[in-house]
């Protein structure tokens, strides 16, 4: 059983939760709170696996709670309930960024309880479900190290699977296959595409805050969120990031040094155009429950660019982008996926990972140097300093 915490301080909000999280039999509602004080106590008293929080609560609200719970208890599962405004987007981020696991949004223009129950169900019950099979974090945020105390192991992946060996010197050392060194790849990287979900959001800044202002590549990204939501990350991470960072509109020349972000509720792709790439937006069916969804994506960018893409793919839930990283492993470009100690859920690159698509599994602090040492292969670089 998994049991969980609700803090909201409306009532019929509470009952939602409640009823909709009855509708499995794993999960069990272990008490309910109105608001962040007394969550905290409650937090205390009944240890629940996983906290489901409200934002805007009297005498102390979400984040504030929020802040006063991840010291006492870092490895507590936290997920975020959030209206679908603008208001909420800002309070969303914000939340995330101060070590929220995950979040949902409220139930909007709804006229029935019962659609009210099936989208949170939705929502809610999936994340339940990943977040309580991840492996615990520590204290400092990751997880508890395979191998000897000390060493973190870097798997390196082949097409008939992987093994382990120690992390090698210097960025983008290479991988190992059937047991023999191998060079790193050295064939030129045009562009870097990017898939992730679950712990995005914080992944994805601390990738992008790490790469330099004059990147001579495009960055193409789907993070898995809604609308409003993906224009205000957008936002924050272009104040926070040497690169400009943009929330992506059809029709676009994708230039270096810019990062595009999928829209909520919106494909991405990019096709090309006589000498120039162009965005594509579009609301096609969704796939894998998701729109914007990493295969589209990722498919587009086989098509567009060919064997000089580097994707990567973040932590996230599910396994949105599997089916394309065979495209892409087929015309030879190259797959790197986070590893599983570095990941809150290790859904999406875990599949690509144990499906034999990628060429490096790397912890997410290695993947900006591994990025960079890539696209600056065979190129006469400027400077690379981050300068924001």
């Not at 909000?13 to 909709?20: F, N, Q, V, Y």
């Not at 960024?97 to 009210?116: C, F, L, Q």
């Not at 960018?301 to 982008?321: C, E, F, K, N």
Request: glycine residues 10%.
């Amino acid at each position: 059983m998994i049991s969980v915490l609700v803090v909201d301080d409306s009532v019929v909000i509470r009952r939602l939760i409640t009823g909709a999280l009855a509708t499995d039999p794993r999960i069990r509602v272990v008490g309910t709170a109105s608001n962040g004080k007394i969550a905290l106590a409650k937090v205390e008293q009944l240890r629940p696996d996983i906290v489901t929080l409200d934002i805007e609560m009297p005498v102390m609200d979400g984040l504030e709670a929020l802040r006063a719970l991840r010291p006492r208890h870092p490895r507590l599962p936290i997920i975020m309930f959030s209206t679908l405004t603008a208001a909420g987007a800002t309070a969303t981020l914000d939340a995330l960024a101060a070590g929220a696991t995950d979040y949902v949004t409220k139930p909007a223009n709804v006229g029935s309880i019962r659609e009210s129950i099936r989208s949170v169900r939705e929502q809610l019950i999936p994340r339940i479900h990943a977040l309580a099979e991840a492996k615990p974090r520590t204290a400092a945020g990751r997880r508890p190290a395979a191998g000897t105390a000390g060493t973190r192991p870097t798997t390196f992946g082949t097409r008939g699977g992987q093994h382990r060996r120690p992390p090698q010197p210097g960025p983008g050392a290479g991988t190992k296959r059937s047991g023999a060194s191998t060079p790193p790849r050295t064939d030129r990287i045009d562009v870097v595409a990017i898939g992730c979900s679950t712990g995005g959001p914080d992944a994805l800044s601390k990738l992008l805050r790490a790469l330099p202002a004059r990147l001579p590549v495009p960055v193409l990204v789907v993070q898995h969120m809604p609308p409003v939501f993906t224009k205000m990350f957008a936002e924050r991470l272009d104040r926070t990031c040497g690169l400009t960072v943009v929330e992506a509109t059809d029709g676009t020349p994708v230039s270096p040094g810019t990062v595009y972000i999928a829209p909520g509720d919106l494909h991405l792709e990019v096709v090309r155009r006589g000498t120039e790439v162009v965005t594509r937006l579009h609301s096609g069916p969704p796939e894998n429950f998701c729109r914007p969804a990493v295969d589209v994506l990722f498919r587009s960018v086989a098509q567009a660019y060919g064997r000089s893409t580097l994707a990567m793919v973040l932590t996230g839930m599910g396994h949105d982008g599997r089916r394309a990283c065979e495209a892409l492993r087929a015309i030879g470009a190259e797959i790197v996926a986070q590893d599983e100690e570095t990941s809150v859920v290790w859904g999406m690159p875990g599949a690509v990972t144990n499906a034999g698509l990628v060429d490096a599994v790397l912890p997410l602090e290695d993947m900006a140097h591994h990025l960079i040492a890539r696209v600056t292969g065979g190129r006469r670089m400027p400077s690379m300093e981050v300068t924001r």
